[in-house]
């Protein structure tokens, strides 16, 4: 079953819905990912965040020096599990995640281990249209989601990394259904998150958040295509992934050279 996760919708959009005129499937910036790929992500990703916290809590304790690098991906990645708990209908996913969220944000990572501990995915019955949890404020929920996009030896999950490792010319690496469909995952909710905190300069004029809009809405909807077809596991179609990576890739390069100055 695929389950819409909705972020925000227009007030003719709601009117249409209501009245049956239009699916929630009609509404680009909306998530459309199956509940066994949300599962899987969610799986993954408590996992990541358990190791991490962990490591900084140690670190912590032990007055080390804590690199932004690692903070800002477990921030972003625990959003992202606020979101797979929304659309899974598991609220105690969703708040141990938001508990989590914060704990990080006040840099008190005992607490967010202790969170972290908590996380379990148990999937109940979904609400007809989820609501994206954001908790802080756009600046900050941009930065901390796509951090995990940053490479894994500077403490990110290597997404950007391995789209690219995957599309390029020569030696590209072999891609793997599994770990595609979690990518995806994680690119559409980031995404998504990213339609909905546009950056200063999108919000400097209506054309300018236009098209911060358009390139969100554009990977959100790539990356759906790419969980559909990774979903299917041994009888997914490698190429077709491989086209949709690389139209993806050219949404992020054509969103940061619009919109990123700290390239
Ligand atoms: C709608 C515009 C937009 C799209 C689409 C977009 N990005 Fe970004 N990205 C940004 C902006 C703006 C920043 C700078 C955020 C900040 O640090 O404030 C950023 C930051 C990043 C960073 C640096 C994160 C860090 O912690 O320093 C990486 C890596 C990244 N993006 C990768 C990607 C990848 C990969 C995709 C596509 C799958 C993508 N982005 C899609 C706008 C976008």
Known sequence: ????????????????????????SATAESL?????????AAAADVKFLQTR???????????????????????????LVTAYGEALGDAALKDNALKVA???????????????KKLAVQPGTPAT?????????????????????????????????????????TNPTKIDPATVEILAVRTAVIN????????EKARTSPANLKKWEKYSRDS???SNQIAAEAGKGAKADTAKIKTLLNTLNARCTECHNDFRDDE
């Open 102 to 116: 914060e704990a990080i944000d006040k840099k008190d990572f005992a607490n967010a281990e202790e969170w972290a």
């Open 32 to 40: 459309q990912l199956p509940n066994d790929s949300y599962k899987k």
């Open 192 to 199: 998504a998150y990213g339609f909905h905190s546009p950056n």
């Open 129 to 169: 249209v989820g609501k994206l949890p954001k908790p802080f404020k756009d600046d900050l929920i941009l930065m901390a989601v796509m951090s995990p996009f940053r490479g894994g030896t500077v403490g990110g999950l290597n997404i950007e990394r391995d789209i690219r490792d995957m599309t390029k010319m």
């Open 1 to 24: 079953m695929t389950h819409p996760l909705r972020i925000l919708l227009g007030c003719a959009a709601l009117v249409a819905i209501s009245v049956g005129l239009v699916t929630p």
């Open 53 to 79: 916290l962990a490591d900084l809590a140690k670190k912590q304790k032990a007055g080390e020096r804590l690199l932004d690098g690692q903070i800002k991906p477990a921030l972003g990645v625990a959003l």
């Open 220 to 222: 959100i909807e790539l």
